[in-house]
Each structure stands twice: as structure tokens, then as C-alpha cells.
């Protein structure tokens, strides 16, 4: 079932207790951009002890934030009691208070696309002009960006997001509020996690916006990574973007173990040029993103047909496929002497012989 149609269903039965609720932020967004939605949060006036009373399936979320997570007809819906924030910790996290009205509420969200609210006939509340932003395709803040930005740092990031997502751009009391660096302030974690959306968008502009302004100056190494993956337009695996570059990833990175696995070993076939070596030793299950980020450095077009044919030519593909009498050689040394055979039939300068390869090792009867 439609989630815009039950979270409509729940705004008309808060209203039949006689508590106001609305659908917020970014489901009157998308409705009104007639796009598809997908979280449906509602605000009201209710509190959450009176949620929990109409409500079967209530979970709170903490007391601080004033919010309930109700479960409803197979879908989990945010209800969230009207509120203002009076101080924020850590330019982060807002210390929040319950208010009366929807128009305190909507005063403390961050763009004035998200400061939409919906009624259950569908009808919008628009105190800031979103509605008009949305068709102009415009992220602008509510009241001054350099405040809004130094309450909640992220808040940055959240707009290069929804620039990038719906191709929107930023107008000009944000671009002119980042010569202050709030970024700074966010733990790197928060940042990774950003970047990460940022790029998976469909559009460039967040990129853009980042290289040209030096948005993630307080992050050295993730402005470098931006500026990189916007100038090669290349997105899908920023830091195998840098290590094939540059031949390192800085210790220590708040990335996961798998990321930085895929870009070393995506950056060991590239930057060896898919040799034979390589691809005997490399790990195949990231050949074709290899080959795509290979193909975009290089200016080339090599193939993935082409080089699947050079792997099944290789003259063996593991070990075991070495015509090699192992009991000739102490257990010691069979690991150093593998290795050393892998190489010499790989680049094809001894035959693939067992009576070959103890001559080539001087090994006597």
C-alpha cells in the first residue's frame, strides 16, 4: 500500500483524539516534486505518552527528541511531538523542548524544502517559500546559513546530498556561508558516511560544490578524494580512485576493512597494467571495476572479453597446476620456491616441466 496514503490514515486518527499532525520534511518534499517516497514522518502536537495511548505498536525513541516509532499496518512510521531546540552540543546534537504550534516547529528544520508540512486532505503549509525553492530548484536555508550550520554541522554535508541528489543548486548565502569551516566540527565518521551518499548520487554537483569551495578543508585527505573523483568523474569507488593514484590510503581511515581491501586490490591490477603477474596473483572478483577505473585514468578501452581470454591463456592458475615433484624440495623452502616457479612459468621462462624446473633449480637426481 501507498506509505503517503497510511501516513494520511494516521494524521486523521491523531485528529479524531483532537490533536493537530502533519506529514513533514522530505515526503511533502518528493510529493511535491512528484517523485517517489519512501519515509513518512509526521509531527503533532500530541506527546508521546498520548501516542502511545492510540497507538498499539509504539516504540519511544528518547525522551530528548521527543519522538515515537509507531508500527502500523506492516510500515514504521517517525511521529515526532512538536518542538524547538534551544542549544545544540557538540554543533551537532539538539537539546529540544516540546512547543504548541507547527509554526515553532517548522522554524528549527534546515531548508525550506523540508519545512513543508501536509494535512490529511493534502493540503500544504508553506511558511518559507519551499514550494517555490523545489520548482526553482534551489536548496536555501531557513534564516541565516551561518547560524543554521553552526548549530548543526552536518547540515552542510545534507545540502552537497540533496544538491547532488535532484540536481538542485545551492544558492548564494550558502555558497558565500562556507568560507567558515564547519566541517571541522564533525566527527570523521559522519564525513565518510556523507561522502559516501554524496557520491553515489546521480549528479556531480555536490563534488563540484566540495572541489570549489574546499567544503571538507578540515579533512585534508577526503577534500583531496572529492576533488579527485569529480575531476575524473569517476564515483563509484573514490578510495581505489586515490590509492591507484597516489599507491598508498593513509592509515587509520574511518572506512571499513572491506572498502580499503577493494581499493588495494583494484590498485594492484591497474597500476601493474593487467600484466600476466597480475592477473595470476590479483583477486578477478573486482576485474571489471578495475577495468572501468583503469580505462578512465588511462584514456583507454581495453576490454573485459579481452582480458578474460588472457586469464584462461595463462599458462597455470594456481600452484597445483605446477608439473613439480614437491618431495624434491625441504618443507622450508616450498614456499619461496613456489613462488619463485609461479613467476618463471607465468612469464614464460621455463616450461611447465617437472624435469625443467629441477634443472632450472639445479636439483640432482
Known sequence: ???????????????????????????????????????????????????????????????????????????????????????????????????????????????????????????????????????????????????RFNEDA????????????????????????????????????????????????????GLEYIAKYHVLRGFPFYQVVCEEAYQTKYTKHIFALFFCKHNFLPTNLKISNQEIKLAKDMAYLVRNDFSDIALYYGNLCCLDEAIELYNILKGKKLLIADIQNRIQDLPIHTCKDIHFDWNQIQAKERGKITKLLEQLIIDKKVENKNEVLKKYLEIEE
Request: proline share 3%.
Open 1 to 147: 500500500m501507498d506509505k503517503l496514503k497510511l501516513g494520511l490514515e494516521i494524521l486523521n486518527t491523531l485528529n479524531e483524539y483532537s490533536f493537530e499532525a502533519y506529514i513533514v520534511g522530505g515526503a511533502v518534499r518528493d510529493y511535491i516534486r512528484q517523485s517517489s517516497i519512501e519515509d513518512v514522518d509526521l509531527t503533532t502536537n500530541a506527546m508521546p505518552e498520548d501516542i502511545k495511548k492510540i497507538f498499539s505498536d509504539v516504540t519511544r525513541e528518547g525522551e530528548n527528541y521527543l519522538s515515537s516509532r509507531i508500527h502500523y499496518k506492516g510500515y514504521t512510521f517517525e511521529i515526532t511531538t512538536f518542538r524547538t531546540d534551544l542549544s545544540y552540543i557538540d554543533h551537532r546534537h539538539p537539546q529540544s523542548i516540546p512547543v504548541k504550534t507547527l509554526e515553532e516547529d517548522l522554524s528549527r528544520r534546515d531548508f525550506t524544502m523540508n519545512a513543508l508540512a501536509m494535512n490529511k486532505d493534502k493540503e500544504i503549509v508553506d511558511l518559507y517559500h519551499g514550494v517555490e525553492d523545489i520548482n526553482r530548484k534551489v536548496i536555501r536555508a531557513i534564516g541565516d546559513p551561518i547560524v
Open 154 to 205: 552536518l547540515r552542510v554535508l545534507r545540502a552537497l546530498d540533496f544538491a547532488s541528489r535532484f540536481n538542485f543548486q545551492l544558492d548564494d548565502e550558502i555558497l558565500n556561508s562556507f568560507a567558515y569551516d564547519y566541517v571541522s566540527f564533525l566527527k570523521e565518521e559522519y564525513v565518510v558516511s556523507m561522502i559516501e551518499k554524496i557520491t553515489s548520487n546521480p549528479y556531480p554537483i
